[in-house]
T-cell receptor, first 113, second 110 residues
């Protein structure tokens, strides 16, 4: 059964550093998403991406964040200058259509020191 | 904000059916009810979804009341591996992102 995969599983970085989180969505899916979950809190939507552009983003997704689909398989989330409060689990998800079920990856645990 | 309310936690004996309720009295006619679960800190796992009719798949059954104000997710024979946080989410045909609430923490007890 196809799955969404994410790398790395864990990332530790210093405050102010740039990080890139990578995701490989399910191959025939066209819609891609990033969510995050701060420890002990709810899963929160960050951004959705379709046809090589952002289709929706939340208030959390400020200028520090960017997303890209650099090739036919990867979908990346970049945080330019990490802050302590960016420490969280980051989940990638993909779906066949915008009204379709979203399938989530295992997540990347980001720790900013 | 989430349009659904769920109990904070529930216990279920291993091998018994787990019935997880969800209230969604304000959802509109075109909003689907989705269920996901999150085991420990893993990614949310899709379970099932429905609009009006009851649905069943290999994981669970979803019973939606006729007035669509509430629904129940049924895990017919709960195992220890079903211990997780279960999320009931309402999403319309035009929405893209899922709005997660705090969910129900289900503990399956031996």
């Amino acid at each position: 059964e196809p799955e969404v995969t994410q790398t790395p599983s864990h990332q530790v970085t210093q405050m102010g550093q740039e990080v890139i989180l990578r995701c490989v969505p399910i191959s025939n899916h066209l819609y891609f998403y990033w969510y995050r979950q701060i420890l002990g809190q709810k899963v929160e939507f960050l951004v959705s991406f379709y046809n090589n552009e952002i289709s929706e983003k939340s208030e959390i997704f400020d200028d520090q964040f960017s997303v890209e689909r650099p090739d036919g398989s990867n979908f990346t989330l970049k945080i330019r200058s990490t802050k302590l409060e960016d420490s969280a689990m980051y989940f990638c998800a993909s779906g066949r259509g915008d009204q379709e079920t979203q399938y989530f990856g295992p997540g990347t645990r980001l720790l900013v020191l | 904000d989430a349009k659904t309310t769920q109990p904070t936690s529930m216990d279920c004996a291993e091998g018994r059916a787990a019935n997880l309720p969800c209230n969604h009295s304000t959802i509109s006619g075109n909003e689907y009810v989705y269920w996901y679960r999150q085991i420990h800190s893993q990614g949310p796992q899709y379970i099932i979804h429905g609009l009006k009719n009851n649905e069943t798949n290999e994981m669970a059954s979803l019973i939606i009341t006729e007035d669509r104000k509430s629904s129940t997710l049924i895990l017919p024979h709960a195992t220890l591996r079903d211990t997780a946080v279960y999320y009931c989410i309402a999403r319309d045909n035009y929405g893209q992102n899922f709005v997660f609430g705090p969910g129900t923490r289900l503990s399956v007890l031996p």
